[in-house]
């Protein structure tokens, strides 16, 4: 619980310190405006992809645990699934606590290229993206698992980005609570086991 007191503290200075800074929307133009313009379908499969690998990956894990009647697969599989729902309760909580506008509905000239209903700040996709990738690092500690979850994670907070639904501040406090989430279920549930 003070790990989760620490992260929404410090989410709440990172957005009082830089929500009025230009270097937020400059970054998000430079990205958004002068984007490759091919890469659209591109990046806006990575955003759909977020949620469907976050529920496959525990999901898959945990059947495959219970399939092959191995507790310490269905022990990952759990924590797993534990890892994206803190994730989302954190960060629906800072969202409709903060209530920060999209930058679209912002700055007029940035192109929308997604869905977006929610309030922006912290970005859940990468939110999600970096649970899952953390929590299958963390589960499964080999390169071959590493490099690629962490590079489908940043790719799916630059999407954000790519797309104009989301600031950098709200990708990067994204991925913190993401991997944070991740970290405090390894923590919570070693204590539990031990």
């Not at 990956?57 to 990952?76: A, D, E, F, R, V």
Request: glycine residues 6%; aromatic residues 12%.
């Amino acid at each position: 619980m003070k790990q989760i007191l620490i992260l929404v503290f410090l989410s709440c200075i990172i957005y009082k310190n830089f929500y009025g800074q230009n270097w937020d929307i400059d970054i998000l133009r430079e990205i958004n405006l002068n984007r490759n313009t091919a890469l659209d379908p591109t990046f806006k499969i990575v955003t759909n992809s977020v949620s469907p690998i976050s529920i496959a990956t525990p999901l898959i894990t945990l059947s495959s645990g219970y399939l092959t009647h191995n507790n310490t697969l269905k022990g990952k599989g759990v924590y797993m699934a534990e890892t994206v729902l803190v994730s989302a309760f954190v960060t629906t909580s800072l969202k409709y606590s903060i209530r920060r506008d999209r930058p679209f509905e912002t700055y007029p000239d940035i192109q929308n290229l997604t869905s977006a209903g929610s309030p922006s700040f912290p970005s859940g996709h990468t939110s999600e993206a970096f649970a899952t990738a953390t929590s299958l690092s963390m589960a499964f500690p080999k390169w071959y698992v590493i490099a690629p979850a962490y590079v489908w994670a940043s790719a799916a907070g630059y999407s954000r980005m790519h797309l104009g639904v989301h600031y950098p501040t709200d990708v990067l406090l994204g991925a913190a609570v993401g991997a944070g989430s991740a970290w405090l279920c390894k923590v919570l549930n070693e204590k539990l086991i031990n």
